[in-house]
């Protein structure tokens, strides 16, 4: 499979990119930062020939086309886009500056749709195909200071939703994925010792590698992931 990955240079979308190179595929991924930057470890460096790495902003609809663009260049088509750039910035309604919600925004909601109406063609081309987008619990469970931040996760769901109902016939799969608690540096947050109660990136790529995996027929549109233990409250 020929696979694409927003936000893939760490984090989630590092795991995941792992996770579909350590299978065998072949995988784009995407980040603002430099390309030289983007991957660490054995099966993401750079030397990697079943790795390309492509510097794009999500929320400019030029670099979504061209991440598509250079995954079909490189390696032929693409089979699988995997929606995960995202960002994370807090504030209660009241403090939060204009930029910061334009920029989450046009981060989750509208880089998904660039990042997935540019792919689309691919996939019909090569007769179908699998979209997963990267949500949150917290589009169903919203807290203050992320009004934002659940809004947009709120917006990606119901988008996924309508998604998978458009392009079922033509073999494109859609799903998304809701986490709960991840310990990544997600929001500028800092990994504690604490944490190991959260889940990790690798536990959401095995989620997106079980989707892709699900023979044609079947699809699991939705799945919600939690940590099984968290802290008791009281």
């Known amino acids: 499979m020929v696979v694409l990955v927003t936000g893939g240079s760490k984090g989630i979308g590092l795991a995941i990119a ?7 595929d072949e995988v784009v991924i995407g980040a603002r930062g430099p390309s030289t930057s983007l991957g660490t470890g054995p099966s993401t460096s750079p030397g990697t020939p079943r790795l390309h790495a492509v510097q794009a902003d999500v ?62 063609p691919a996939m019909r081309r090569r007769g179908g195909g699998f979209i997963v987008n990267i949500s949150s619990l917290a589009g169903k469970n919203a807290f203050p200071g992320g009004a934002a931040y659940c809004a ?15 392009l079922r016939y033509d073999n494109i799969r859609v799903s ?7 310990a990544t540096e997600f929001g500028g947050h800092q ?3 604490g944490e190991a109660w959260k889940l990790t990136s690798e536990d959401v790529a095995k989620v997106v590698l079980d989707l892709v995996s699900h023979d044609p027929r079947s699809l699991p549109s939705r799945v919600e992931l939690r940590p099984s233990r968290p802290p008791r409250k009281g």
């Open 59 to 120: 929320r400019r609809p030029e670099d979504a086309q061209k991440l598509v663009n250079e995954a079909v260049a490189r390696f032929g088509g693409l089979d699988v886009l995997v929606n995960n750039a995202g960002i994370g910035r807090f504030a209660n309604v009241a403090d939060m500056t204009l930029d910061d919600w334009h920029a989450i925004i046009e981060t989750n909601l509208n880089g998904v749709f660039y990042c997935t109406r540019a792919a689309i």
């Open 18 to 24: 792992r996770a579909f190179l350590d299978r065998g």
């Open 191 to 193: 990994v504690t010792a």
């Open 152 to 166: 947009s996760k709120a917006a990606l769901n119901q988008f996924s939703e309508a998604l998978m109902q458009e």
């Open 176 to 182: 998304y994925v809701m986490p709960g608690s991840v």
